[in-house]
């Protein structure tokens, strides 16, 4: 999951370097721009992974916003052009 999205924040940013949390340690990764490993469906299955885990913050960078940490460096997810889900886009609380 950490992996997966650090992927895609080293493939979006406008930065030369992103600092990514991945195995307990902040690491910061040169900007790759696009890759052909960069596709919908690792975007996806990094996503998924990110909900399962429960990673609002993992979820939040991947959906392109902001998370409680503040705004990211780059856009890592599409535009969306409609409501990803029932919910209107936000998350339910916890619980």
């Known amino acids: 999951m950490q992996v997966g999205s650090a992927v895609f924040a080293a ?33 996806l299955t990094a ?15 991947l959906r ?3 998370g409680r940490r503040g705004p990211r460096s780059g856009r890592l997810a599409p535009p969306r052009s409609s409501t990803p889900c029932a919910t209107g886009g936000r998350w339910p609380a916890p619980g």
Do not use: M, S
Not at 17 to 36: N, S
Not at 47 to 61: G, P, Q
């Open 11 to 43: 493939a979006t940013t406008t930065e030369a370097r992103v600092q990514c949390r991945i195995a307990h340690q902040d690491r910061i990764l040169q900007a790759t721009g696009p890759q052909w490993y960069v596709h919908p469906n690792a975007w």
């Open 64 to 66: 392109g916003g902001r």
């Open 47 to 61: 996503f998924y992974v990110a909900v399962v885990c429960r990673e609002r913050d993992r979820i939040t960078a």
